[in-house]
């Protein structure tokens, strides 16, 4: 007999289709990466065989229907059934997980594993001895100081609405305690500080901290050095003496380190920084930025020629042609993907606490400018989530923002930081981060094209609704616990300002595995692939959708599996036939969109945001050296404070991979926001 209907997990009954068996089964194939013609519908037709010949009257539940799947795709190749098997075995782990707290589980399957392989606490023998819901709790509850705020965060957390920045996910709550990503170390010219700092370098990796340097205080390659009689190596080389530590160190444990490394455009070894990354064999756990300044940009512009100075004793020791210097830089970004630009002079202007020194470095990632010895706690709203029928719910925004705040605030106080200088610097700044991921689903679900004039109006809407409210809770919590102890003499106090509690209140990060957690895209990025195959560990494949596509598909009829399959070899829909326009106009990749639009809605962010904003232009790899430097002149012209490039194929060792006649495939934990394997997030 036919098989009619099939009992669901809460009992009730639903009608049988067979359509969605042969879907779950083209998943499991294209995770195997196997090719699959029409062996999907014949194994999908003997799962149907045999479940008529093992239920001719009875009704079959969900759970016999899987376990017939896995009998034939095993009979058919073992690493096909392990596909489907850890797949379902993961589905169920997050179903126990909402029966067991009550409240329905947010959380992706690559969530889960990504927490599992990250975040969860584990014992002696490596086994994990928490869940997701039980790290929430153990963030929330070292950070909050009253049972009123441990509820708030945790409703923020667990639903996903707020996340912070990965080292206070990992350590809070635990005898770590180091809860910052974001470090800025000095480098001064001597052996002794430059050892000194790379000794606190490790430790900070260690913890789980990027760390950001200005290497523009070393003398230059060749310079004398009166001590020995002999002459300085220059910047570069203590760079790879940087990024051999790097190697060394595995941040907790868990993670990877990761730097930047800056020097200014006048130095005198700026054209070995610009050129080093061409062997892809040195500094490969550094981000590396030129600090760009306005006078540089006028002899651009110009064709002049500009000064270089030795910054042992100021003194001017050579020139060369803006201009040629300015291609340099775009050309190695179009072939290496760096050198990327800081506006070094537009940080300054808008650096809050000029009365106590200028900023000469960022992070790894770029968004946050910080000064030598201060670090800076990072988080981000997940804007997907404050969608109300087809609008924001800007009141649910606010209190989100808010709640916020004042979460990033307490993370200050309960700090462990990994040297006293660092702890005094940050502790008078008292700077947070406040930034959002999920942009590109918000667009999504208000039916917004991403490059598109509407989509940049609105973000700089959100953002500056952002910046308002949180600028304005710092206020409240500046009069109620104290303004940061550098308030006096900030450009806060010259603006008339009499309370702020932060130096600076904003940012946009990358997010990365964050964005993951929390089911959304990363930052500001647009979507990176609407499908695509995601390598986890252990060689573990899943095939991923994005879900606001899969539900669209589904509700206008036009979804299958095949279809799937096509949309994953490049990630984009807008060459797929049958996909209506107007989906296709609103599900735009970061490859589908011009380096323009790119650079327009990091401006939009940068515009009301205290800090800067992370944004990868993502070029594709037939892109031009022309493209990146149209770029780089918008994003001065624009006043971002700083931009990165990255052009396809352009790494040796990359975390999105296209292959002829396969799959998009993914790094466990790229999220779409940065493309290099030494991001941090």
């Known amino acids: 007999m036919p098989i009619l209907k099939v009992r669901k997990r809460d009992g009730s009954l639903q009608d049988f289709s067979q359509k969605k068996i042969t879907d779950a089964i083209h998943k499991a194939i294209l995770a195997a990466r196997k090719k699959d013609g029409k062996l999907a519908e014949v194994l999908s037709n003997r799962v149907v065989e045999i479940l008529e010949q093992k239920f001719p009257r009875k009704i079959p539940s969900v759970e016999d229907i899987q376990d017939v799947v896995i009998e034939v795709l095993g009979r058919t190749s073992k690493k096909l059934a ?4 850890d797949y379902r075995e993961k589905k169920a782990e997050l179903r126990k997980l909402r029966k067991k707290f009550g409240i329905d589980v947010k959380l ?12 969860l606490l584990k014992g002696e023998k490596g086994e994990i001895i928490e869940n997701p819901y039980q790290l929430f709790k153990r963030v929330v509850k070292s950070i909050s100081r009253n049972k009123k705020m441990e509820k ?4 923020m957390l667990s639903n996903l609405e707020f996340l912070p920045n990965t080292p206070t996910l990992m350590n809070a709550g635990t005898n770590l305690g180091q809860l910052s990503a ?3 170390l000095p480098i001064e010219d001597s052996l002794k500080s430059i050892f000194d700092t790379l000794e606190l370098t490790a430790k900070v990796h260690q913890s789980g901290g990027g760390t950001g340097f200005s290497f523009s205080r070393l003398r230059p390659e060749g310079d004398i050095v009166k001590s020995t009689k002999g002459v300085a190596s220059g910047p570069v080389t203590f760079m790879t003496i940087y990024d051999k530590e790097t190697d060394v160190i595995k941040q907790g444990g868990k993670r990877r380190g990761a730097n930047m490394g800056i020097l200014r455009v006048d130095h005198p070894d700026i054209l070995k920084f610009i050129t080093a990354k061409n062997d892809s064999k040195i500094l490969s756990n550094f981000n590396v930025s030129v600090a760009i300044t306005d006078k540089f940009m006028k002899a ?8 270089l100075i030795n910054p042992r004793n100021n003194k001017v020791v050579g020139k060369l042609n803006a201009r040629k210097v300015f291609d340099l830089i775009v050309e190695n970004a179009w072939r290496e993907g ?3 630009m800081i506006f070094i002079d537009e940080i300054n202007r808008k650096n809050p606490t000029k009365n106590i020194g200028l900023i000469e470095s960022t992070n790894p990632c770029g968004e946050q400018p910080l000064h030598p010895y201060e670090s800076c706690n990072l988080g981000s709203i997940n804007l997907s989530r404050i969608v109300k029928g087809k609008g924001i719910d800007w009141k649910e925004l606010k209190d989100i923002v808010r709640n916020a705040v004042v979460f990033l605030d307490s993370v200050i106080d309960i700090n462990h930081y990994p040297d006293p200088r660092i702890e005094k610097m940050t502790r008078s700044n008292r700077r947070i981060g406040l930034g959002v991921m999920g942009f590109a ?3 999504i679900k208000l039916n917004m094209k991403y490059d598109s004039k509407e989509a940049v109006r609105l973000g700089e809407r959100v953002m500056r609704f952002i910046e308002r409210e949180g600028h304005k809770m710092s206020q409240e919590l500046g009069k109620k616990k104290g303004n940061f102890p550098n308030f006096k003499g900030s450009l806060w106090q010259k603006r008339g300002y009499r309370h702020m509690r932060n130096a600076t209140v904003t940012t946009i990060a990358p997010t990365g595995t964050i964005s993951i957690i929390a089911g959304c895209s990363s930052g500001i990025e647009p979507l990176f692939a609407v499908s695509f195959i995601r390598n986890v560990m252990e060689g573990t494949k899943l095939f991923e959708v994005n879900p606001l596509f899969e539900r669209i598909a589904k509700e206008r009829g036009f979804y299958s599996a095949k279809l799937l399959e096509e949309v994953a070899r490049t990630g984009s829909i807008q060459k797929i036939r049958g996909i209506p326009n107007d989906i296709k106009r609103i599900f735009r990749t970061a490859l589908d969109i011009s380096p323009e639009w790119h650079v327009r809605m990091q401006a939009a962010f940068q515009k009301y945001t205290d800090s800067a904003v992370s944004k990868t232009i993502n070029l594709p790899n037939n892109a031009k050296i022309s493209d990146v430097r149209k770029a780089y002149l918008l994003a001065y012209k624009l006043k971002c404070k700083g931009i990165t490039v990255f052009r396809y194929g352009s790494k040796p060792q990359q975390v999105l991979y296209f292959a002829k006649e396969k799959p998009l495939q993914a790094e466990s934990e790229y999220a779409g926001g940065c493309p290099f394997p030494s991001c941090p997030y």
């Open 300 to 307: 651009v512009f110009k064709n002049k020629n500009y000064n």
């Open 82 to 85: 392990k596909e489907y098997k």
């Open 441 to 443: 689903e918000l667009l």
């Open 338 to 340: 760096d050198p990327g």
């Open 108 to 119: 992706t399957v690559n969530a889960l594993e990504v927490l599992r392989r990250r975040y």
């Open 152 to 155: 708030v965060f945790y409703r």
């Open 182 to 184: 974001c470090f800025v």
